[in-house]
């Protein structure tokens, strides 16, 4: 079974959007796949799938003694897909207890499917984070916008930290380091990631070992959304760059998203985009991604055999051709609804001046979260 936890470090990013999407995706490549809503206190996956009214699910699980997981997987109306339902009235993740993640993650990982995937609440509170890490490669998404970036880099420096933690048992001298650093600052954002190892592998070489070994199988995925323009790609290179530097991580690009105003009529249609529009830049998008997933199927597959194997491309080049791909796609449509006369030149020009507006908008509220970034790294809460 492949498990596909879903996160961010920023609500409403997409997630669900390309959880429920990227399953009809997989579904109908002939994957099997069950889409589990793990956003306690917020589910809402079962609208993006057109659910009005979803059954019983993980919040119930959770609450009854025993109980099977399977008897709360439901069908849903496309093929191979398979949906566990949150309930929305119980408390979000953060409020789990030991004994019922325990519960929880046995169960998740014992179902029977080809794919796993996990729609997380945003954040990183401690059960999240846990539920992040049932895979080493577990999917972030953002989008460009600097608070998207930083919450997302936030997300998985808050996971370094709960691997850091679990690498150094408590009585051991890396443990006690932690245990002081904590009472020390009430922000550990703060503490400047690659020093902190620095010193835990001179005091602790072996809680540093066991460290890097799990950092070896820690390989993050990013799903960069909600894209205006080609430039925006860039952005998934700077939060590279800083998980580089100051996490030492490296992650892998999945590809970009751009934002899809059909998406709007889909969700209030009950439809999701790949289903109420399959040839539209967006469900491209997501369909390329998919193929991703399944490639990495196969050369997991491959592994075992050639366990050198060299994966030569860069994903962050790749998505960024991806990304000027995708707006040459969108640009021939507006042409081609303008040549068919569904869309009149005056239609056109009024989209663009309202789009002009919404740029300079964008772009003073960009210049003000700029500011703030920066004085936030002045303060060292970034690295
Ligand atoms: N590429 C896109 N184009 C247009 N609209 C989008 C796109 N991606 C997401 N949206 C819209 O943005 C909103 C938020 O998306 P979604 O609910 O999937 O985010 P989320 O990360 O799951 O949020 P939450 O953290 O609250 O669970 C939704 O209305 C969705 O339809
Ligand atoms: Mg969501």
């Known amino acids: ?3 596909l ?26 994957k099997r ?47 191979n897909v398979f949906f566990i339902p949150g309930d929305s009235e119980i408390p979000g993740m953060a409020n789990l207890s030991a004994t019922q993640k325990r519960k929880l993650t046995n169960q998740l990982t014992s179902l029977d ?11 990183s509170s401690f059960n999240t984070i846990d539920f992040f890490l049932l895979s080493g490669a577990g999917t972030l998404v953002t989008t460009p916008t600097p608070t998207a970036l930083v919450n997302g880099y936030v997300f998985l420096k808050n996971t370094l930290f709960r691997m850091l933690h679990s690498a150094c048992p408590k009585s051991s001298p890396g443990g006690k380091l932690l245990q002081k650093l904590e009472k020390q600052s ?8 690659m020093d902190l190892l620095k010193e835990i592998q001179e005091v602790d070489p072996k809680s540093y070992q066991n460290y890097m070994d799990m950092i070896k199988k820690f390989h993050p995925r990013l799903v960069l959304n909600m894209l205006e323009d080609p430039k925006d790609a860039d952005k998934a290179y700077k939060l590279r760059r800083s998980c580089q530097q100051y996490l030492g991580i490296d992650l892998e690009h999945l ?72 707006f040459q796609s ?38 003000l979260y700029k500011s703030k970034v920066v004085r936030a790294m002045q303060q060292g809460f970034i690295g």
């Open 113 to 123: 499917t080809d794919y796993l995937i996990m729609d997380l609440g945003a954040g």
């Open 255 to 326: 590809g970009v998203m751009y934002r899809d105003e059909l998406q709007d009529t889909a969700l209030s249609s009950g439809l999701p985009i790949l289903v109420y529009k399959p040839r539209s830049v967006l469900s491209q998008a997501v369909f390329r991604i998919a193929d991703k997933y399944i490639q990495f199927e196969l050369e997991e597959d491959q592994h075992s055999i050639l366990p050198e194997a060299d994966y030569g491309d860069d994903s962050f080049e790749t998505a960024e051709m991806e990304a000027q791909l995708d």
């Open 186 to 193: 009430a922000n550990m954002q703060r503490v400047y990631m």
């Open 33 to 79: 796949v069950i889409l589990a809503d793990l956003d306690l206190g917020g589910s809402n996956l079962h609208l993006v799938l057109g659910e009005r009214r979803p059954g019983k699910g993980i919040g119930f699980f959770l609450n009854e003694s025993g109980g099977n997981l399977k008897d709360y997987v439901q069908n849903t109306q496309y093929e």
């Open 5 to 30: 936890p879903v996160a961010s470090g920023k609500g409403g990013v997409g997630k669900s959007l390309f959880v429920a999407n990227l399953g009809i995706a997989l579904g109908q490549a002939g």
């Open 330 to 367: 969108k640009i021939e449509y507006l042409e081609e609804l303008l040549q068919t006369g569904a869309l009149t030149m005056g239609d056109l020009m009024e989209t663009v001046k309202t789009q002009q507006y919404e740029i300079q908008q964008l772009k003073k509220e960009a210049a």
């Open 1 to 3: 079974m492949h498990v």
